[in-house]
């Protein structure tokens, strides 16, 4: 079975930093997503890793650890409209090909 | 990217009947997945749709309860059949950029049963 955490709520004051972790075991691996959910909205795509090691895009920053099966997501000088869901996904392989594994996603509340 | 038109955007449905949602993609695609998100979840696949062949429905999810048709590279249909008020959820479609790097969602059709 596909097995992803990522804790369920945070909430961080606006300006800072904040982290959000995900954690997986899957069987097979052949990709890490992060997507940004607004409530009542679909997810939009933020981050893609597939190898170790930090990819960086303005104020996010995603980061792998295959051996630890690990995953972040980092959200610089945080602000207000940055309150939605974080989803962390994991591609592994199926009978159709490949398909996407969401974990329960992170609610982030951001404080001013 | 891929930009995705899903309708209808929501809809409220009484139990028994049957709800087919529309997804049309600006361009081709082989794979066109479709999701559920029941409230306050996260995403769950239904199936796996490719074109010219049966779509591909991941555990607990069957044909019967939603077929799907895919007749060519940028459309597809889901089916929700026989609704009952635990089938309000939010139905979503995606597709995958050729380099495998990202999915795109559609708006998602918001269902209630009632």
């Known amino acids: 079975g596909q097995n992803i955490d990522q804790p369920t709520e945070m909430t961080a004051t606006e300006g800072a930093i904040v982290q959000i972790n995900c954690t997986y075991q899957t069987s097979g691996f052949n990709g890490l997503f992060w997507y940004q959910q607004h409530a009542g909205e679909a997810p939009t795509f933020l981050s893609y890793n597939v190898l170790d090691g930090l990819e960086e895009k303005g104020r996010f920053s995603s980061f792998l650890s295959r051996s630890k099966g690990y995953s972040y997501l980092l959200l610089k000088e945080l602000q207000m409209k940055d309150s939605a869901s974080y989803l962390c996904?994991?591609?592994?392989?199926?009978?159709?090909?490949?398909?996407?594994?969401f974990g329960g996603g992170t609610r982030l509340m951001v404080k001013p | 990217s891929a930009v995705i038109s899903q309708k209808p955007s929501r809809d409220i449905c009484q139990r028994g009947t049957s709800l087919t949602i529309q997804c049309q993609v600006d361009?081709?695609?082989?794979?066109m997945f479709w999701y559920r998100q029941q409230p306050g979840q996260s995403l769950t696949l239904i199936a796996t749709?490719?074109?010219?062949?049966?779509?591909?429905?991941e555990s607990g999810f069957v044909i019967d309860k939603f077929p799907i048709s895919r007749p060519n590279l940028t459309f597809s249909t889901l089916t929700v059949s026989n609704m009952s008020p635990e089938d309000s959820s939010i139905y979503l479609c995606?597709?995958?950029?050729?380099?495998?790097?990202?999915?795109?969602f559609g708006q998602g059709t918001r269902l209630t049963v009632v």
């Open positions: 361009s081709q695609v082989t794979m």
């Open positions: 749709a490719n074109q010219g062949s049966e779509a591909t429905y």
């Open positions: 996904a994991v591609r592994v392989p199926n009978n159709a090909g490949n398909m996407l594994t």
């Open positions: 995606s597709v995958e950029d050729s380099g495998l790097r990202e999915a795109f």
